[in-house]
T-cell receptor
Framework: KAGVTQTPRYLIKTRGQQVTLSCSPI?????VSWYQQTPGQGLQFLFE???????NKGNFPGRFSGRQFSNSRSEMNVSTLELGDSALYLC????????????FGQGTRLTVV | EDKVVQSPLSLVVHEGDTVTLNCSYE??????LLWYKQEKKAPTFLFML????IEKKSGRLSSILDKKELFSILNITATQTGDSAVYLC??????????????FGKGTLLTVNP
């Protein structure tokens, strides 16, 4: 069974640009969540989607948005990039409602210059 | 706000040593606690603990939960250099039926020297 797949793996953008990251969950998993990981803040929750609906949102500005498609694939978008957005962005998938674990993709390393 | 605190933040041991990593939590409507190992990119799932006092074991790794004292420990026996990684503890936020907003601790960086 294929794991969680994220694309691209690496990305370099300049300040002010926008970026879209993609995530394909494990087959059969309908919940997709996104996390930002930085050395200073650790892993922080961005948002979670289930059946194309955002169910939870973390404490991030409105520049961070996401969506989920009918096939459970998800995208997150960051507009007007800032240097502080440089981070590893991790996508995780899980069965719902009471899954037996949350499984992570390899992440997208975003560098904003 | 949910809180997960791990200790120590870093640990250096020699191959063959046994280590204990700690995780304490304050979580509304607690359901479970998860342990992950992160080497380079993706955190890989180790254990999910829901019941107090029941040890979960996988090879040289084991973990146990104490719901009364609100903590969990992860033990690694006979450590190997391949155990070097960041070990993360996380608790799902349990609200409205969704179990998938995880609050993570800062992690414990374990370095196993040959």
């Amino acid at each position: 069974k294929a794991g969680v797949t994220q694309t691209p793996r690496y990305l370099i953008k300049t300040r002010g640009q926008q970026v879209t990251l993609s995530c394909s969950p494990i087959s059969g998993h309908r919940s997709v969540s996104w996390y930002q990981q930085t050395p200073g803040q650790g892993l922080q929750f961005l948002f979670e989607y289930f059946s194309e609906t955002q169910r939870n949102k973390g404490n991030f500005p409105g520049r961070f948005s996401g969506r989920q498609f009918s096939n459970s694939r998800s995208e997150m978008n960051v507009s007007t990039l800032e240097l502080g957005d440089s981070a590893l962005y991790l996508c995780a998938s899980s069965l719902d409602p009471r899954g037996m674990g949350v499984f992570f993709g390899q992440g997208t390393r975003l560098t904003v210059v | 706000e949910d809180k997960v605190v791990q200790s120590p933040l870093s640990l250096v041991v020699h191959e063959g040593d046994t280590v204990t990593l700690n995780c304490s939590y304050e979580v509304t409507n607690f359901r479970s606690l998860l342990w992950y190992k992160q080497e380079k990119k993706a955190p890989t799932f180790l254990f999910m603990l829901t019941s107090s006092g029941i040890e979960k074991k996988s090879g040289r790794l084991s973990s146990i939960l104490d719901k009364k004292e609100l903590f969990s420990i992860l033990n690694i026996t006979a450590t190997q250099t391949g155990d070097s990684a960041v070990y993360l503890c996380a608790a799902p936020h349990n609200s409205g039926g969704s179990n998938y907003k995880l609050t993570f601790g800062k992690g414990t960086l374990l370095t196993v020297n040959p």
